[in-house]
């Protein structure tokens, strides 16, 4: 299956609802053949003991509680600097078209 045809690449393109020219339809094949061909070499490689690695940093997610801060601030006073609020919320302009 390493070969793609023309009929093939034509088949991905209308299910991707791309369109493509001839030379893109050539191109296209003998690309994709060849990322086919690279995807085939890699499951010959024996992995046979090795871990699967899913997180290459190091990072773990760290959770801390979820804790109301204070900063001695009341919401209203800092509503005062807004340049438009409605109900206790900043009002900004439509952002849909």
Excluded: C, F, H, W
């Amino acid at each position: 299956m390493a070969k793609l045809s023309r009929d093939d690449v034509l088949k991905l393109a209308r299910l991707a609802r791309i369109d493509l020219t001839e030379q893109e339809v050539e191109t296209y094949a003998n690309e994709l053949s060849e990322i086919l061909q690279y995807v085939e070499q890699l499951s010959t490689v024996d992995v046979e003991g090795l871990k699967p690695t899913n997180q290459v940093t190091g990072l773990k997610n760290v959770m801390r509680k979820d804790e109301v801060i204070d900063y001695g601030y009341a919401p209203e006073k800092l509503l005062e600097n807004a340049p438009s609020v409605e109900k206790s919320q900043l009002k900004v302009k439509r952002m849909i078209g």
